[in-house]
């Protein structure tokens, strides 16, 4: 099955720094890749995903690349504000159940 | 109101006890899942569902079971709690061709003492 590798588990960054967070799959066949943002209290909320025929995807301050040849994606969040403070998971899927594996999380700090 | 409803939010029960967690929607759609998170783990896919009349195991559904009473309604039952079922619970759903991926539910927090 679909294995997929988070890092970095912690990340402390300065208010207007840039926060990028990585992830790696092992399935070849996996085409879908969504991001969610889980604020202490709440639910994981979608923040954007990619599909394996693109390379890179931006809304506002927050951009996805992805790599198929390596088998990795990243997350990167420009001009960090306080707000964006929160575990951010990743996920890969293929196609068929669409059941997506996750990585185990990356706590995001931002520091006024 | 929600899109995704849970209940309870947070629930202390003892350990053999028999205890169900409620999820509903509001969003329409077909599949429903249920997760586990824990802390270092991330989420843990525990029973999914496509239909009303279709169950399927996750990962880890060893001590869990599931019932879709309907559309919109589909429930978590531990029949005999232990304390490493103390975890925080998501419902979660989402449409046939995943276009918006899932919507999760707030959460319940579950401890077993």
């Known amino acids: 099955g679909e294995n997929v590798e988070q890092h970095p588990s912690t990340l402390s960054v300065q208010e207007g720094d840039s926060a990028v967070i990585k992830c790696t799959y092992s399935?070849?066949?996996?085409?879908?890749f969504p991001w969610y943002k889980q604020e202490l209290g709440k639910g994981p909320q979608l923040i954007i995903d990619?599909?394996?025929?693109?390379g890179e995807k931006k809304d506002q301050r927050i951009a996805v690349t992805l790599n198929k040849t390596a088998k990795h994606f990243s997350l990167h969040i420009t001009e960090t504000q306080p707000e964006d403070s929160a575990v951010y998971f990743c996920?890969?899927?293929?196609?068929?159940?669409?059941?997506?594996?996750f990585g185990r999380g990356t706590s995001l700090i931002v520091h006024p | 109101d929600a899109d995704v409803t849970q209940t309870p939010r947070n629930r202390i029960t003892k350990t053999g006890k028999r205890i169900m967690l409620e999820c509903s929607q509001t969003?329409?759609?077909?599949?429903m899942y249920w997760y586990r998170q824990d802390p270092g783990l991330g989420l843990r896919l525990i029973y999914y569902?496509?239909?009303?009349?279709?169950?399927n195991k996750g990962e880890i559904s060893d001590g869990y079971s599931v019932s879709r009473q309907a559309q919109a309604k589909f429930s978590l039952s531990l029949e005999s709690a232990i304390p490493n079922q103390t975890a925080l619970y998501f419902c979660?759903?989402?449409?046939?061709?995943?276009?918006?991926?899932?919507?999760f539910g707030s959460g319940t927090r579950l401890t077993v003492v």
């Open positions: 990619i599909r394996s025929n693109v």
């Open positions: 399935d070849s066949a996996s085409n879908y």
């Open positions: 979660a759903t989402s449409d046939r061709d995943r276009e918006h991926g899932y919507t």
């Open positions: 996920a890969a899927s293929s196609g068929g159940s669409y059941i997506p594996t």
């Open positions: 969003k329409g759609h077909d599949r």
């Open positions: 569902s496509f239909d009303v009349k279709d169950i």
